[in-house]
Every structure is written in structure tokens, then in C-alpha cells.
């Protein structure tokens, strides 16, 4: 049935993608005021390429100049040397022109689908320098950036180095970072690999079926984000069955790798992902690798790795996620670090592996230290819901269910404590007698909606309802605010009060 529910999920999220696509390329454009519109088609051989006689892409890309559009009609593009494409000026490539030689310029890259194919030979995309281009309404496909930017590869798709790129309503898919003969090397990110792309902003694409690497680690299957970031939107993507590696070598993060400092990422769909071909390494779903990003309100499901979500040394803000579903041994782990770490508010994640959320430190003398808030925890029905070593955590209105083990478990007691405020607890041993400070904690039932269908509000009669602590949030997972009653609910579902109007009959 849990495979069920995802290919039906799977299946609308890209029936919702495709609607989008469709939505953003029905227009008729507008030029920019002093800018010159170049006009693209793949039997274009105008020499000014003007709408009446376009050029090959190639040609427009010279003679751009920053502020110009390059229209690109549908039909699949391919080129020469390390990329089909480069852009180094701050222009706007549209896919999906229609190709009318007169009239206003009309875009619909549904009807007219724009591939930009590398031909397992070259990199697709190339962005960089201090510039601030558009690219939206292609097909970026057969991309391979072996040998590329780094030992092993780079960016297969769309490679982004210190640019400040908009990059929208693309579809990426099957593309490569690294094809290697021998091992010692990584890809990283089949997909896009965006380096130093502060104030980037990345929305709407469908990235599905990339590799970070078919023969040895691979770093990011759809994505990889590292250097500066501050600014940088990755915002409603949908990042869909893409593999870090594809061997049993070691890969991380199957969606997407990296939350830099000022990163915000945000609505994405990031489902059906892996690691690699052994179902181990972490991040099947998302992996940051330190960093102050704000993780909000994406959906984490059905990925395969060790853990669905994974946070190294991170002072991350994780907030209003829902992690559901996932073939993992844990849901949220947080490794190594020390002092202030992640903030976890108001997410939701359930059956995604024995260990609901684990913290790992280094030792007694570095604990890994983070602070949860009204989030809900719910095991597969083995395990812990809450699990640390050498971590110091501080818990606030959390529910905790079908963790059969433990509750909350503490595994170095003596060097460390969980302390942990309103907590309810079901269907499950509540919590060690060492190494943790249970204060007003609670035993019942949460009476989840629907959790069977992945639905975990909480229900009527809950027992999480108007006993919790007051700590300053002020909405919960869906944006309603809270308290809603005369004290918050736990956990990271605030119950609307539910009105009933009596019928009245008239008689005519």
C-alpha cells in the first residue's frame, strides 16, 4: 500500500509539474526597453537574428550583449567542446519560442519542447562570472561533466560558478557529473552543481534521473550547492529518482547536497531518490554539510540511503518539512559539531526508518548540541523516536509514537542529557531512566487524521490538544497560528477549532 500511495503521489506531483511548465510558457512576450530581442532556430543561418531570419545558437550567443533576450524556437540543440551552451553576459534565453516569422513573440515550451542535449560528451549548461542571466523553458539532457571543474566532474546538466543566475521552469534529466574508468575520483552534481552562486535563484524545474557518478562517490544526485550562498533560493523544484552514484560506492545526498550560510530552500518535492545501489549513505533525500540554510516546508519521500535527511556540522534552520515514507534506517540524523547547532521546527517525520530523529557528536569533549520544537516523531514501529550520543538536545512539545524501544534514549548518559519539556508519548516505552529530564510529559493518544495515508494532524479528542509549553512559535506546519486554544498543541499540527452550524428547516 506504501508503494501505492507514492507512485499515486509521484504521479500527480509530475501531472502538477507539467501544469506549471505550462502555465509559465503561455505568454506573449514583452521586450525589454533598450535591449535587442535575438531570435534562435536549429536551421537558423541569419546573420542578425531577427525574427524573421533567425540564427543558430551559437551565433546569438556572440552577439548578445548584457540586457538582451535570445529566443530559442523548439527543436534540440547540440554543440562542440566542454558545453553546448556558455553564458558569460547577463542575458534571457526562453525556450520554447513558436518560430513565427512575424507577429508577437509567442512562447509555449509544452508545444514546442527546447533540448539542449549534450550527447554524453559535454557538459550542457555553463554560467559563469559576476553576471545575472536567465535560463528558463528548456530540456537540459545528456549532459557529462567528466574531467570538468573538479578531478572527477561537476554539474552535468547546468554547472554555475560565482554567477547569480535565474533558473526556472527547466526540465534537467539524465544527466552525469562524473564517467569515470577508474576509481579515486567524485561527481559532483549530475543535475546542477551551483559554486559560489550567491543570490541564484532556482524555481519550478523538474530535476529527475541525473547521477552524480556511475563508477565511484558520488556528491549530489540532482543537485550540489557549495561555496557562498548567501541569497540563494532553491524554491518548489520537484528533484525526483536522482542517484548520487549508481554503484555500491560511497554517495551522499541523492537530491540534493549542500545548505551554505544564507541558503533558503523552500517547497521543494525531493522523492525517490537514492544513494546508491547498496540502499547506504547519508542523505538519500537531502545532506548539508555545515552551513545556516533555512530548510522550509519541502516534502522528503520515498528516498532509499541510510538517512532521508542528514545534517553535518550544521547550525541549519529545518522547519515545516514533512519526512514521510522513506527506505531509510533513520529520518533525520545530525552528525559531529559542537556548541549551538540545528533548529528543528514543526516538521513531521514518520516511518522513516527505526530511528525517528538521531543526534551523533564526536565525544565527550565535542557534544553536538540541538533544540527541537513542537515536532512530531513517529517511528516504524521499531527503534527510538528520539536517539542521541554525545549530544546534548533540548525538546519542547514533541510527540513521540510506535518507537518500540525507547521513546527517548540516550545512549552516553554520562556525559550527556536530553532534556526534554511537554512531551507526548504513545504507544511506546516513554523514555530511559538515564541521561534524560523528562518534565510534564504526557501519555495518550495523538489520534493522527489519517496516518495510513500520511495524513499526522492531529485528530479530535487528541491528547495533544491545548497542553502545551509556550515557546514563541506562532504558526504551525501548515502557516496557522498558534496557539489556537488556551495553550499550544504538541507537536507540529495546530487543530483549527472546528465550528458546527445547526441545520435549520423551513417550511414553504
Same mark, same amino acid.
Given at each position: 500500500?506504501?508503494?501505492?500511495?507514492?507512485?499515486?503521489?509521484?504521479?500527480?506531483?509530475?501531472? #502538477?509539474?507539467?501544469?506549471?511548465?505550462?502555465?509559465?510558457?503561455?505568454?506573449?512576450?514583452?521586450?525589454?526597453? *533598450?535591449?535587442?530581442?535575438?531570435?534562435?532556430?536549429?536551421?537558423?543561418?541569419?546573420? +542578425?537574428?531577427?525574427?524573421?531570419?533567425?540564427?543558430?545558437?551559437?551565433? =546569438?550567443? =556572440?552577439?548578445?550583449?548584457?540586457?538582451?533576450?535570445?529566443?530559442?524556437? !523548439?527543436?534540440?540543440?547540440?554543440?562542440?567542446? %566542454?558545453?553546448?551552451?556558455?553564458?558569460?553576459?547577463?542575458?534571457?534565453?526562453?525556450?520554447?519560442?513558436?518560430? +513565427?516569422?512575424?507577429?508577437?513573440?509567442?512562447?509555449?515550451?509544452?508545444?514546442?519542447?527546447?533540448?539542449?542535449?549534450?550527447?554524453?560528451?559535454?557538459?550542457?549548461?555553463?554560467?559563469?562570472?559576476?553576471?545575472?542571466?536567465?535560463?528558463?523553458?528548456?530540456?537540459?539532457?545528456?549532459?557529462?561533466?567528466?574531467? #570538468?571543474?573538479?578531478?572527477?566532474?561537476?554539474?552535468?546538466?547546468?554547472?554555475?560558478?560565482?554567477?547569480?543566475?535565474?533558473?526556472?521552469?527547466?526540465?534537467?534529466?539524465?544527466?552525469?557529473?562524473?564517467?569515470?574508468?577508474?576509481?579515486?575520483?567524485?561527481?559532483?552534481?549530475?543535475?546542477?552543481?551551483?559554486?559560489?552562486?550567491?543570490?541564484?535563484?532556482?524555481?519550478?524545474?523538474?530535476?529527475? @534521473?541525473?547521477?552524480?557518478?556511475?563508477?565511484?562517490?558520488?556528491?549530489?544526485?540532482?543537485?550540489?550547492?557549495?561555496?557562498?550562498?548567501?541569497?540563494?533560493?532553491?524554491?518548489?523544484?520537484?528533484?525526483?529518482?536522482?542517484?548520487?552514484?549508481?554503484?555500491? +560506492?560511497?554517495?551522499?545526498? &541523492?537530491?540534493?547536497?549542500?545548505?551554505?550560510?544564507?541558503?533558503?530552500?523552500?517547497?521543494?518535492?525531493?522523492?525517490?531518490?537514492?544513494?546508491?545501489?547498496?540502499?547506504?549513505?547519508?542523505?538519500?533525500?537531502?545532506?548539508?554539510?555545515? !552551513?545556516?540554510?533555512?530548510?522550509?516546508?519541502? #516534502?522528503?519521500?520515498?528516498?532509499? !540511503?541510510?538517512? %532521508?535527511? /542528514?545534517?553535518?556540522?550544521?547550525?541549519?534552520?529545518?522547519?515545516?518539512?514533512?519526512?514521510?515514507?522513506?527506505?531509510?534506517?533513520?529520518?533525520?540524523?545530525?552528525?559531529?559539531?559542537?556548541?549551538?547547532?540545528?533548529?528543528?521546527?514543526?516538521?513531521?517525520? =514518520?516511518?522513516?526508518? /527505526?530511528?525517528?530523529?538521531?543526534?551523533?557528536?564526536?565525544?565527550?569533549? @565535542? #557534544?553536538?548540541?540541538?533544540?527541537?520544537?513542537?515536532?512530531?516523531?513517529? &517511528?516504524?514501529?521499531? !527503534?527510538?523516536?528520539?536517539? *542521541?550520543?554525545?549530544?546534548?538536545?533540548?525538546?519542547?512539545?514533541?510527540?513521540?509514537?510506535?518507537?518500540?524501544?525507547?521513546?527517548?534514549?540516550?545512549?552516553?548518559?554520562?556525559?550527556?542529557?536530553?532534556?526534554?519539556?511537554?512531551?507526548?508519548? @504513545?504507544?511506546?516505552?516513554?523514555? =530511559?531512566? /538515564?541521561?534524560?529530564?523528562?518534565?510534564?510529559?504526557?501519555?495518550?493518544?495523538?489520534?493522527?487524521?489519517?496516518?495510513?495515508?500520511?495524513?499526522?494532524?492531529?485528530?479530535?479528542?487528541?491528547? +495533544?490538544?491545548?497542553?502545551?509549553?509556550?515557546?514563541?512559535?506562532?504558526?504551525?506546519?501548515?502557516?496557522?497560528?498558534?496557539?489556537?486554544?488556551?495553550?499550544?498543541?504538541?507537536?507540529?499540527?495546530?487543530?483549527?477549532?472546528?465550528?458546527?452550524?445547526?441545520?435549520?428547516?423551513?417550511?414553504?
Amino acid at each position: 500500500m506504501r508503494t501505492q500511495r507514492f507512485l499515486m503521489a509521484l504521479a500527480l506531483m509530475l501531472g #502538477l509539474g507539467l501544469t506549471l511548465a505550462l502555465m509559465a510558457g503561455l505568454y506573449t512576450a514583452q521586450a525589454a526597453p *533598450g535591449a535587442t530581442d535575438r531570435f534562435v532556430a536549429p536551421t537558423g543561418s541569419g546573420s +542578425a537574428c531577427t525574427q524573421a531570419a533567425p540564427c543558430d545558437l551559437q551565433t =546569438a550567443l =556572440a552577439l548578445a550583449q548584457d540586457g538582451d533576450t535570445i529566443y530559442v524556437a !523548439g527543436g534540440v540543440y547540440t554543440g562542440t567542446g %566542454a558545453a553546448v551552451i556558455t553564458i558569460t553576459k547577463s542575458i534571457t534565453l526562453y525556450g520554447g519560442w513558436n518560430g +513565427a516569422a512575424t507577429g508577437p513573440v509567442g512562447r509555449d515550451p509544452a508545444a514546442h519542447p527546447t533540448t539542449l542535449d549534450g550527447e554524453r560528451a559535454r557538459r550542457v549548461v555553463y554560467i559563469g562570472g559576476n553576471i545575472t542571466p536567465t535560463l528558463d523553458g528548456f530540456i537540459v539532457t545528456r549532459g557529462n561533466a567528466t574531467g #570538468l571543474a573538479t578531478s572527477g566532474g561537476c554539474g552535468g546538466g547546468i554547472f554555475v560558478s560565482g554567477a547569480h543566475p535565474v533558473i526556472a521552469h527547466n526540465v534537467v534529466t539524465d544527466n552525469v557529473a562524473a564517467v569515470l574508468t577508474t576509481t579515486g575520483n567524485f561527481g559532483y552534481g549530475g543535475g546542477l552543481c551551483l559554486l559560489n552562486a550567491r543570490q541564484a535563484v532556482v524555481h519550478h524545474n523538474l530535476v529527475i @534521473s541525473n547521477t552524480g557518478s556511475t563508477v565511484y562517490h558520488g556528491v549530489g544526485g540532482g543537485m550540489y550547492i557549495g561555496g557562498i550562498g548567501s541569497g540563494l533560493q532553491v524554491l518548489f523544484n520537484q528533484v525526483l529518482s536522482n542517484a548520487a552514484t549508481i554503484t555500491n +560506492a560511497i554517495g551522499v545526498g &541523492g537530491g540534493i547536497y549542500g545548505g551554505p550560510d544564507g541558503a533558503l530552500i523552500q517547497g521543494n518535492v525531493i522523492a525517490g531518490n537514492r544513494t546508491n545501489s547498496a540502499g547506504t549513505g547519508g542523505g538519500a533525500a537531502l545532506l548539508q554539510y555545515g !552551513g545556516t540554510a533555512h530548510y522550509l516546508g519541502n #516534502l522528503v519521500q520515498g528516498n532509499t !540511503g541510510s538517512e %532521508a535527511v /542528514s545534517l553535518h556540522y550544521s547550525r541549519a534552520r529545518f522547519e515545516g518539512n514533512r519526512v514521510l515514507d522513506n527506505a531509510t534506517t533513520e529520518g533525520i540524523c545530525l552528525r559531529s559539531g559542537s556548541g549551538d547547532g540545528a533548529l528543528l521546527i514543526n516538521n513531521i517525520v =514518520a516511518r522513516s526508518g /527505526s530511528n525517528a530523529f538521531s543526534a551523533y557528536g564526536f565525544s565527550a569533549s @565535542s #557534544l553536538l548540541t540541538a533544540t527541537l520544537i513542537h515536532n512530531t516523531l513517529v &517511528g516504524s514501529g521499531t !527503534g527510538y523516536g528520539v536517539y *542521541g550520543y554525545y549530544a546534548t538536545l533540548y525538546l519542547t512539545n514533541t510527540i513521540v509514537a510506535s518507537a518500540t524501544t525507547w521513546g527517548i534514549y540516550n545512549h552516553t548518559p554520562a556525559n550527556t542529557t536530553i532534556y526534554a519539556d511537554h512531551t507526548l508519548f @504513545s504507544n511506546t516505552p516513554n523514555h =530511559a531512566s /538515564s541521561g534524560v529530564v523528562s518534565t510534564n510529559e504526557i501519555t495518550g493518544d495523538p489520534r493522527f487524521v489519517d496516518p495510513a495515508g500520511g495524513d499526522f494532524h492531529i485528530g479530535a479528542g487528541s491528547a +495533544a490538544l491545548d497542553v502545551g509549553a509556550t515557546t514563541g512559535v506562532t504558526t504551525d506546519i501548515d502557516g496557522d497560528p498558534r496557539p489556537i486554544g488556551p495553550a499550544p498543541d504538541i507537536g507540529a499540527d495546530e487543530r483549527p477549532p472546528q465550528v458546527y452550524l445547526p441545520l435549520v428547516l423551513r417550511g414553504y
